[in-house]
């Protein structure tokens, strides 16, 4: 710990990742230090919001998980240095927003020209809406390298996730939109003026209609992105037509109590950590506070 509290009294307030880089501690101790120590004060920006886990009793997890708030999301000072926490933590907002935004822009222009490059561009355009989810939608995302799975590249941070939703679309129209999602997938990922990764799933408003009933792992992962999505591109009547189906159904109110389930279950688990002697090994432990895998299907 006074490692910690010379570095932030002779440095000012640091953010986790640039701590854990002049420390050179492992991730868990600086963690649990910096959450312990009534000297060192804790500012973490941006939302927590649920993430559906296979592997988490009853499903329910939030992200960012611990240790990436803590790396990416979490500024760490001493009370003498308040102003400058603040004046830290508001500037590592407007940054996460404004990649955010970028982001978004990407894939606004990815998909616009996508589209427009199409025999039926006009088709799509009225029959096909593309919502836009994950980080980007909660304006959480970052530029953190990280593998993309199936190909072990690397990427920018966050990823874009696209749902398409048609409705009334011919399967040649729909099969040819979805090869050239495709193609400009692997050339962004590919392409070292981007590394960005495209994750993306084409289905009918008919499938959607049945991934509502909430009924399956898979369908509440359906229902949660939708939830989540913002609107990037197409066919706004058919936007507000899915996010109507979703309060018909009730989705609303059943992620609202997941994510009760998830608040407690993030809760609980800091009490266990925080308790926790040694470094982490457990298995169950290290679930607890960093999942490797921080990204969901799409179905």
């Known amino acids: 710990m006074d490692k910690i509290i010379e570095i932030l009294e002779n440095q000012g307030p640091l953010t986790g990742k640039e701590l854990l880089e002049k420390t050179r501690m492992d991730e868990f101790t600086a963690w649990k230090i910096c959450n312990s120590s009534e000297r060192i004060i804790t500012k ?17 997890r939030l992200s960012p998980s611990m240790i990436r708030e803590f790396y990416g999301y979490t500024v760490i000072g001493i009370e003498k240095n308040m102003p400058d926490i603040l004046r830290k933590a508001e500037n590592l907002r407007q940054e996460i927003i404004r990649i955010s935004k970028n982001k978004f822009e990407l894939a606004k222009g990815v998909i616009t020209k996508i589209v427009e490059s199409q025999a039926a561009s006009n088709n799509i355009k009225a029959g096909a809406c593309f919502i836009i989810a994950g980080d980007v939608a909660y304006e959480m995302s970052h530029l953190e390298p990280r593998p993309e799975m199936s190909t072990g590249e690397l990427v920018k941070g966050s990823d874009l996730d696209i749902v398409v939703v048609t409705q009334g679309l011919p399967d040649n129209i729909i099969n040819a939109l979805d090869i ?31 991934q509502l009933k909430f009924d399956s792992f898979e369908s509440m992962v359906a229902s949660k992105i939708l939830y989540e999505g913002k609107f990037l591109y197409g066919s706004f009547d058919i936007f507000k037509q899915i996010k109507k189906m979703l309060a018909d159904e009730g989705i609303p109110e059943k992620i609202r109590i997941l994510e009760e389930k998830a608040l407690l279950n993030r809760n609980n688990a800091m009490a266990h950590l925080l308790k926790y002697e040694g470094k982490l090994t457990d298995e169950e432990s290290m679930k607890l506070f960093y999942t490797k895998e921080e990204k969901e299907e799409f179905f």
């Open 180 to 210: 050239s999602i495709y193609e400009h997938k692997y050339f962004l990922l590919k392409n070292p003026s981007y590394n960005e990764e495209i994750d993306y799933i084409v289905k009918d408003i008919s499938k959607v209609k049945e």
């Open 44 to 60: 973490t920006i941006g939302t927590r919001y649920l993430r559906l886990d296979r592997l988490v009793a009853g499903y329910a």
